[in-house]
């Protein structure tokens, strides 16, 4: 019985280095070499062990882009030629070294491995994935996977080109060695929250990250290091052994440093003659290491003495002794404290093996046998085994981590390589982007369409290629930067080339074909893989395009509003939703920009309208007035932009007041759209003037705004005299629009009840709704009150809203011995401000400054007589002693006459208020004013509009 | 004490205000600070030199040095190094500056740190904010000496009149943890509703709805 566990696994990863068109790239020979000096002698250490019925277990990761050069043709076929070189070379040796028997030797020891490897070789017929099969299927060898190019997934941008990755990766494990692997080596074992995710996604069910990750989990992992631990994902996470990390790789005191083993850095490649060596290294007379090294470490800075194998061999044999001892040293002490068998997994690059260090298949051989055989502590086991025999693991939050220097992600990341990001980061975006649009569109033309995601296809591969970690390290380490750049930049040019192709519709047929022919990786990859991962927002997104395509709108209007129901604060908001909802009734799409708010969604579809609430980086309340507005402005710009990428078109910009000019200008600008702009008021009215710098600047932006607009609407020929005063706008860009009211049923209420309870009598009453600020002129109506209280004692007057008036008219109210017969109600509700109009015998509107005056209209609509001032737009709207009374603007003597009048002849008034009701019908209902809002759009040359003409 | 006058200087004191606070006088606090920007332009006089080696490589280069597409992304380097790269396109800067009524190369930039931790951000209730002028031709930068641990956001904006003016936002990125979990730590479940916030996962899904305004 043993008491713990032992997991050996090697991760075997090269870049796709197959250069198809020249067989003398230097980068293509790392391939040769690693196959010659570690994948083969691995293959034949772990063959036969296997052949002398030792039952061991191993774990090998096999990188995708390693699998599909072990399983390619052309590689195998230069590969032949390589070992025929090198064992030509290696008979060379032998008779070169003929006077020297100490090198013979040597170079003999080469001749015979190399012969016994072609002779391997040949049996698998050069097919090492044969031989890997062979090896899995007995069980004894668990191969799993690895990202597909082994991309550095942290850094990878979006979720669909990690996926990608990784089901390609899968697929083609599974293609070439005929199963799906259980496991994934995570490139240098990047690993970030998330990942978990996406592994558990595509069905993987363990992976490793570095002894630290696991150190550094949260909660504190019980079983420390010597169990695996469980992400919240429910993916398993295997942590390597630092110490039995150290033991192989340590530069300073590790294994493959002794000095009776072979120096890598002596090679014959180096010191033999030119004339001699030169058809074994580069033919550009670069000299290369030919794998032929004769010497021993020896020792530091002293002369390099001759390899002897069997020192070597021995040092290998007690090497393996020595690891196996602290392995179950490790486990004997974690034994006595833990609730089920210690694991220790040690984990190592499997190119360390035979190529750095020679004789590490050595060491393997005997530390597999010797645990296999002799171990009664120790038992071999792969994690897919240690899974199904445990099957709960603890749960952890990993964090994000690798195993490159100093843990985290500075190798991939620093000044060296920074900069390949920006890059792939948005070729991932692009790709994810054409191959959504290819997939929405498709089915046209059948031909096309397979041409199509042919370059697809080939440009999801020149990605992967180009997000392989490998180019980024070898910036890091400055050893072939100029190829790993080079590789990085064809791939993505190649990629954009391609998804250019595929945008504007013109194949290159044959380009396409000489990028599949130069880099053949992937034959079946699947570019699917690629389309957006959350399928149910891009179907918000059509809906939201079929919504505005359906029914064939009459044009689209982009609404720029600050402000839009629920959230009001003036009469702006509640006009551009009546101005929107009319349109929409006319067949017109409207699709409102506003402020976002805490109460309210931030997408929702009003009375047909397509409302989008923005939040902004800095919240109203925080900064000042202006920057939040700005901040706004940003938002909708923004915001029309993941329209128009949704397929959203409009036809025409709407912008209401300066609040929205920034973005209106800009978008005008940018999509070559006419703009419209309500000036629904004026800051130069508001204050009776400039006066402050802030106002000067609201006034500068209300310039800019009517200048930059293709038309300006005014609510009445009061302000377009004052906006062509003010801002010098020709007279032909503007047009006069009133604002409208919706002529709804009078509320039904008990009119005496009402009269009670704000404790009036039955006694004739005035009302006023509105802000109570100085422009409203309400001081005038109280001074009017005062003068009629001995003629009209029986009068009340009511004044409902708020406003910072409010306690100076109180006050005045006191003073005047009036206070008794006028009521403040402050802020009144819709319904009561309507019960309110009908309870007033004369709605009255003493303003001083009123670019509209749309209360007066409500007023009207209802039926209630009024008395309005004769300024701004109530000029316009009531006609004195028809549809109303007017009095001279600021002149109390005046409104104290009307009042008298009006008060005096109940007949008049009531005959007044339904001429007043039958305009507000004919001149103020909201159809025809969007009619009227449509007709100006469609002069401005939007088309589609004119369709409502009907 | 820069990092106070810094820290003071973006809570918009006056030099006056921050010499009093910090009991120097105005010249010593104007001399800190022109030192500071002296360093902060030769750290990017480093980046420069990077990015024209990267581009200078090869003759017929063919990747665009930028893309017309706003954005400012954040990545972890380490448990205490940010690498943030941005691209602010032509339209954007004329909008801001139209807005600032000044010449957008004029204007100082920088990028202001948020410490998000936990939050479910509104722009004002951040553990810490920290602000890092970068010079005109910067394109990327590493923030140093970051909190492992923690959850970060970067807006790339504008100082102006002492103000800052964010004019784009990155997501979320979240620093390691270098430290072992503290006794007792508890399993924090991931978010399941994953619309809102995903921000405890490094990466984002695509989406046609992108967080542009998150």
């Known amino acids: 019985m043993h008491n713990g566990y032992l997991s050996l696994v090697l991760h075997a990863h090269m870049p796709y280095v197959r250069h198809g068109d020249r067989d003398d790239r230097l980068e293509e020979r790392w391939m040769y070499e690693a196959m010659l000096e570690c994948y083969i002698p ?28 072990l399983d390619d043709e052309l590689i195998a076929t230069r590969f032949r030629a390589y070992l025929a070189k090198t064992v030509e ?147 398993v996470a295997f942590a390597r052994d630092d110490v039995a990390s150290q033991q192989v790789w340590s530069t300073f005191d590790g294994y493959p440093g002794d000095y009776d083993y072979r120096e890598y850095y002596r090679d014959i490649g180096f010191d033999r003659d030119m004339d001699y060596i030169e058809p074994y290294i580069h033919p550009a007379g670069i000299r290369i290491h030919t794998g032929l090294k004769y010497h021993r470490i020896t020792g530091r800075d002293v002369e390099k003495q001759l390899y002897e194998p069997d020192w070597a061999r021995e040092k290998a044999a007690s090497h393996a002794g020595h690891f196996l001892y602290h392995r179950e040293r490790q486990i004997e002490e974690a034994v006595a404290w833990m609730d089920r068998k210690p694991l220790v997994v040690a984990t190592y690059d499997a190119e360390l093996f035979g190529h750095w260090w020679y004789e590490g298949p050595q060491f393997l051989d005997y530390l597999l046998r010797k645990t296999a055989c002799d171990s009664q502590i120790v038992k071999l086991i792969t994690p897919s085994e240690y899974l199904d025999e445990y099957q709960e693991q603890d749960l952890g939050h990993l964090p994000m981590s690798t195993w490159g220097r100093n843990g985290y992600g500075e190798v991939w990341l620093n000044e060296k390589n920074g900069w390949l990001y920006r890059h792939l980061h948005q070729a991932e975006r692009d790709l994810i ?235 005008k600008e940018r999509y070559s759209l006419p703009l419209v702009s309500t000036i629904h008021a ?17 006034h500068n932006s209300e310039r800019t705004l009517a200048h930059a607009s293709d038309r300006v609407i005014v609510c009445s020929h009061y302000m377009a005299n004052e906006v062509q005063r003010l801002f010098d706008i020709p007279r032909a860009k503007l047009r006069v629009i009133h604002n409208g009211v919706d002529l709804a049923q009078p509320p039904a209420f008990d009119q005496n009840r009402l009269r009670e309870e704000l404790s009036i009598g039955d006694g004739p009453i005035l009302f006023f709704v509105g ?105 316009e709207i009531v006609r004195h002693g028809e549809n109303g009374a007017t009095m001279y603007a600021g002149n109390p003597e005046s409104l104290t006459d009307q009042l008298r009048w009006l008060l005096q002849d109940p007949k008049k008034r009531r005959q007044m208020a339904q001429t007043a009701q039958h305009d507000v019908l004919q001149h103020y209902n909201w159809t025809s004013l969007a009619i009227q809002t449509m007709e100006e759009y469609r002069l401005l040359g939007v088309a589609c509009l004119a369709l409502s003409e009907k | ?124 209730n951040a553990h810490s904010v920290r602000d890092i002028y970068v010079c005109e031709d910067a394109h990327s930068w590493y923030v140093n000496d970051v909190l492992p641990g923690r959850t970060y956001l970067i807006d790339f904006g504008l100082f102006e009149h002492g103000r800052f003016c964010p004019i784009l936002r990155s997501d979320v990125v979240v620093t390691p943890r270098n430290t072992k979990a503290a006794w007792g730590e508890p399993l924090v479940e991931p978010a399941s509703d994953r619309s809102a916030p995903a921000w405890f996962e490094n990466f984002s899904s695509y989406s046609l709805y992108s967080k542009t305004s998150k």
Not at chain 1, 46 to 60: G, N, Q
């Open chain 1, 771 to 875: 802000r109570l600020v100085q422009e409203k002129g309400v001081h005038l109506l109280l001074e009017a009150m005062a003068r009629l209280r001995y003629d009209f004692g029986h009068v009340t007057l009511l004044i409902a809203g708020k406003g910072p008036m409010q306690g100076q008219w109180q006050q005045r109210a006191e003073e005047m011995g009036i206070a008794e017969r006028v009521k403040f109600l402050g802020f009144v509700d819709d319904t009561r401000r309507d019960q309110l109009f009908l309870l007033a015998d004369i709605a009255v509107f003493p303003s001083l400054y009123e670019p509209f005056g749309i209360v007066a209209l409500e007023a009207m609509a209802l039926g209630v007589p009024i008395l309005a001032a004769d300024t701004g737009g109530l000029r």
């Open chain 1, 682 to 698: 004026l800051e130069y009215g508001r204050h009776q003037g400039i006066h402050t710098p802030l106002q000067e600047r609201i």
């Open chain 1, 42 to 69: 691995l293959l034949m250490v772990f063959d036969k062990l296997l052949s002398d019925k030792i039952d061991f277990r191993m774990t090998m990761v096999l990188s995708p882009t390693l699998l599909s050069m």
């Open chain 1, 433 to 667: 982007e054409v191959v959504t649009a290819f997939y929405e569109h498709k089915g046209q033309e059948q031909e096309r369409d397979q041409l199509a995601s042919r370059a697809l296809k080939q440009a999801g591969r020149e990605l992967m290629l180009a997000q392989s970690s490998d180019w980024a390290f070898i910036m890091d380490g400055q050893t072939v930067v100029e190829y790993a750049v080079r590789r990085t930049h064809d791939h993505l040019a190649n990629m954009r080339e391609l998804l250019a192709m595929v945008r504007e519709d013109r194949m290159d047929t044959e380009r396409l074909t000489q990028m599949e022919t130069a880099f053949p990786i992937f034959p079946h990859i699947d570019e699917t893989y690629y389309l957006p991962k959350e399928a149910h927002r891009v179907n918000v997104s059509h809906q939201l395009v079929a919504a505005s395509k359906g029914a064939e709108p009459a044009g689209v209007v982009l609404m720029l509003a600050w402000e839009f129901p629920p959230n009001v604060v003036g009469g702006l908001g509640r006009a551009v939703y009546d101005l929107a909802r009319h349109l929409v009734r006319q067949g017109v799409a409207v699709h409102v920009l506003t402020r976002a708010s805490d109460w309210s969604v931030a997408e929702e579809v009003m009375d047909g309208v397509h409302v989008h609430r923005l939040p902004t980086y800095i919240p109203a309340e925080q900064e000042d007035f202006l920057s939040w507005v700005f901040q706004l402005n940003l938002a909708m710009s923004d915001a029309t932009e993941q329209l128009w990428k949704n397929g959203v078109r409009p036809d025409v910009i709407h912008a209401h007041d300066w609040l929205v000019g920034w973005a209106a200008m800009e978008i």
């Open chain 2, 1 to 124: 004490m820069l990092e106070k006058i810094l820290e003071l200087r973006a809570q918009s004191k006056s030099i006056a205000q921050i010499a009093q606070e910090c009991g120097l006088t105005i010249g010593q606090v104007k001399y800190r600070l022109q030192k500071d920007r002296a360093k902060v332009e030769s750290v990017s006089a480093e980046n420069r030199q990077m990015s024209s080696l990267a581009s200078r490589r090869e003759e017929n280069w063919q990747l665009p040095a930028f893309y017309g597409r706003d954005i400012v992304k954040v990545m972890a380097q380490s448990p205490t190094v940010l690498f943030v790269y941005w691209e602010i396109t032509w339209p954007r800067m004329r909008m801001v500056a139209s807005y600032l009524q000044a010449d957008f190369r004029q204007i100082q930039k920088g990028l202001r740190l948020y410490d998000v931790t936990e939050r479910l951000f509104d722009g004002q």
């Open chain 1, 89 to 235: 070379l290696a008979g060379k040796e032998v008779k070169h070294t003929a006077n020297n028997p100490a090198e013979q030797r040597i170079a003999k020891m080469y001749l015979e491995k190399f012969r016994t490897i072609a002779l391997f070789c040949s049996k698998l017929d050069y097919r090492l994935i044969e031989g890997f099969k062979r090896l899995a299927d007995s069980g004894c060898l668990e191969l799993i996977t690895c990202a597909a190019t082994h991309a550095f997934l942290p850094y990878v941008e979006t979720e669909e080109a990690i996926l990608a990755q990784l089901r390609t990766g899968m697929d083609t494990h599974e293609r070439i060695l005929g199963r799906r692997p259980r496991g994934i080596w995570l490139p240098e074992c990047g690993y970030t929250p998330g990942v978990d995710r996406l592994l558990r996604e595509v069905g993987l069910q363990y992976f490793f990250v570095d002894s630290h990750t696991i150190e550094h989990a949260t909660p504190q992992p019980r079983r420390g290091l010597l169990a695996p631990l469980g992400t919240m994902h429910g993916v």
